[in-house]
């Protein structure tokens, strides 16, 4: 199907890319302006959003870059109404950002867990904060929330701010979805699960966990751990947000969609 979301703005956070390649954010952005939507690209890498609007311009796509600290209550609304006031409405939010740092609940230092969770949680909240007001002018719209599998499983890699955060994330979708679906703003989570991203392989600590500092070994690693005998990639994560965009998915919030080839299927 074509033009799934025709006429439908789309703020997507963290539509940027860490590294050469395909980051969630960034497919998700490309995917939906290919099914029709105007796309306001938000990252914290101005020069990243900018390559992401690049890409969707040159397929003749309509999308702005928007430089923004998701951890600042100030830029996020700046962030937003930039949105709002360049394409006139929101009709969709995909929040599409997380910081993955390993540490022990003993080694953690109390900064970089306030980092995290500023990064992880309450920027997803001060997003919600400021488009729903529009999205109840509006008679609605979608949330997407991109959370993780590490939400709602211990992976094997010792992150407590990543698990604690994406948990947290989950239940907030949750709670918010049920406030708001009479007004007709749903709220929904992707779950990834273990993804091949930019993200992943820039991440040294993820490459200690997985292969001992071996990018190729923790490519191996990761995808021996799927039921599928594969890792995903940002494609899957953006489908996945299209059909939560789109008007197919009318009837659903406050759902958890875990994308993750069946791990989570597995006893151990």
Same mark, same amino acid.
């Given at each position: ?17 860490? $590294? ?19 796309? *306001?690209?938000? &990252?914290?890498?101005? &020069? ?6 690049? /890409? ?14 998701? #951890?600042?209550?100030? &830029?996020?609304?700046?962030?937003? @109404?930039? =949105? =709002?006031?360049?394409?006139? !409405?929101? +009709? ?18 109390? =900064? ?8 992880? /949680?309450?920027? *997803? ?19 997407? @929330?991109?959370?993780?599998?590490? $939400?709602?499983?211990? %992976? $094997?890699? +010792? ?7 994406? *948990?947290?994330?989950?239940?907030? %979708? ?11 703003? !749903?709220?929904?989570?992707? /779950?990834?699960? /273990? ?18 500092? +071996? ?16 890792? $995903?990639?940002?494609?899957?994560? =953006? ?6 965009? #789109? +008007? ?21």
């Amino acid at each position: 199907m074509a033009d799934r979301l025709k006429g439908k703005v789309a703020l997507v956070v963290g539509a940027g890319s860490i $590294g050469p390649g395909w980051g969630n954010g960034k497919a998700t952005a490309v995917a939906f302006a290919r099914e029709g939507a105007k796309v *306001a690209c938000a &990252d914290h890498r101005l &020069d990243a959003a900018e390559e992401t609007v690049s /890409l969707i311009e040159k397929e003749g796509g309509d999308a702005i870059a928007i430089k923004a600290d998701v #951890s600042n209550g100030d &830029d996020v609304a700046r962030m937003v @109404n930039a =949105a =709002a006031e360049f394409y006139g !409405r929101i +009709d969709i939010l995909d929040y599409n950002v997380g910081l993955a740092e390993t540490a022990s609940v003993v080694d953690i230092s109390e =900064a970089e867990w306030d980092r995290i969770f500023a990064v992880n /949680l309450k920027g *997803a909240m001060f997003a919600m904060k400021h488009v729903i007001p529009l999205m109840q002018k509006q008679g609605g719209g979608s949330i997407i @929330n991109i959370s993780s599998i590490a $939400g709602i499983r211990y %992976t $094997g890699v +010792d992150y407590p701010t990543y698990y604690a955060t994406k *948990a947290a994330l989950n239940h907030l %979708t949750r709670a918010t979805a049920a406030q708001y679906a009479k007004q007709n703003i !749903r709220v929904n989570a992707i /779950l990834p699960g /273990l993804m091949k991203t930019p993200m992943v392989e820039h991440s040294p600590q993820l490459a200690a966990a997985y292969g001992k500092g +071996d990018i190729e070994k923790m490519w191996a690693a990761r995808a021996a751990q799927v039921p599928m005998g594969k890792m $995903g990639d940002a494609w899957d994560v =953006a489908n996945a947000a299209v059909f939560l965009a #789109s +008007d197919e998915s009318r009837y659903i919030t406050g759902i958890e969609l875990v994308v993750d080839g069946g791990v989570t299927l597995k006893y151990v």
